[in-house]
């Protein structure tokens, strides 16, 4: 709900999390773009205080709007960016997190001397957390965010790692992604395994049926992206199992393009049914019923909607949403 909830504006977003969720709304943040510069990156933070038990801070990274070209262009840059030691990843997604054009990752920056409108996103948030933090020994913070904003989520990680953020990561719990592309090569995913597995961070993927997202950009001998951490698939009636790769992974089979119509099929008609036998909860709006639509031309964008990875959580299989195998 947080990913969905971060396409919204701040004084919604401040709305559900305080008067719904009854939890603690600690800021919405638009980051800028060091390469496009503009603030086109967003992430929000809200607490979860707990008396009985453990606090958790919630960060929530905001995918692709679906209507902003500035967006669309961050995921379709395929450039490298190469960190010694890690590996290559994903340009567009570096620049969006905070990728200073000259300096690259430095572990801090002089807000003094730094005349950017906006905050960079991996500082403003990585700062917030370490305040937060500081004050409260039993709290411990997870990242979420739904298609760039899981990209998002994950090369956080990455980054808190390459700058030995080492009290940080002990803190992080988990990180959970919904339709995230890929982000990296072979390199990084064995730099990022072996960093997750240090600081016991629980990773894990979520992808509903034919997802065109994360199953680009492409795990070729062309491309070089790969996919790492345990992957939680559902088909279109909401019953998921562990997998290592999703079916399909490259999206593009001739194989394929039969059954994947068929789910599109499937998707569209239940756009206008399952809210009558779950309820109004699960009503579809005007612009998903188009999306779905769209989906019948080119099935696997209407799979891609925030709206079927809450559906994932809320009906689909808990046995593997609460006790899912470790791969």
């Known amino acids: 709900m947080a990913s969905k909830a971060a396409y919204e504006n701040k004084a919604y977003i401040e709305t559900i999390v305080t008067q719904k969720w009854k939890m603690e709304f600690l800021g919405s943040y638009d980051c800028w773009n060091d390469f496009q510069e503009r603030a086109t990156t967003r992430a929000f933070m809200l607490y979860d205080r707990n008396e009985d038990g453990q606090d958790t801070i919630v960060v929530s990274f905001r995918g692709t709007k679906i209507f902003n070209a500035h967006a669309w262009s961050t995921s379709f840059d395929l450039s490298w960016f190469e960190i010694d030691g890690i590996g290559k990843i994903h340009g567009g997604f570096m620049k969006a997190l905070g990728l200073l054009k000259v300096k690259g990752w430095p572990k801090d920056i002089d807000k003094q001397q730094d005349d950017r409108p906006a905050p960079l996103a991996y500082y403003a948030v990585r700062d917030m957390l370490k305040e937060l933090l500081s004050k409260n020994d039993r709290a411990k913070f997870i990242v979420t965010g739904h298609s760039l904003g899981g990209a998002l989520a994950i090369l956080f990680t990455a980054i808190l790692a390459k700058n030995k953020e080492t009290e940080l990561l002990e803190r992080l719990e988990g990180v959970y992604t919904f339709g995230q592309p890929r982000v990296g090569d072979e390199k990084f995913v064995e730099f990022m395994k072996k960093k997750l597995k240090?600081?016991?961070?629980?990773?894990?993927?979520?992808?509903?049926?034919?997802?065109?997202?994360?199953?680009?950009?492409?795990?070729?001998?062309?491309?070089?992206?790969?996919?790492?951490?345990?992957?939680?698939?559902?088909?279109?009636?909401?019953?998921?199992?562990?997998?290592?790769?999703?079916p399909n992974k490259n999206y593009f089979s001739p194989l394929e393009a039969i059954p994947m119509m068929m789910n599109a099929v499937r998707e569209f008609i239940r756009s206008f049914t399952l809210w009558r036998s779950k309820g109004r909860d699960y009503e579809e709006g005007g612009l998903l019923k188009v999306i779905r639509v769209m989906g019948l031309i080119a099935p696997g964008i209407s799979a891609h909607s925030i709206q079927d990875y809450v559906n994932v959580t809320r009906l689909g299989s808990k046995d593997i949403l609460f006790h899912p195998k470790r791969l």
């Open 198 to 246: 240090e600081n016991s961070i629980y990773y894990v993927r979520f992808v509903y049926g034919n997802d065109i997202v994360p199953r680009l950009p492409c795990d070729n001998s062309e491309l070089m992206f790969k996919h790492f951490g345990q992957c939680l698939h559902y088909n279109t009636l909401y019953q998921g199992k562990v997998v290592e790769e999703v």
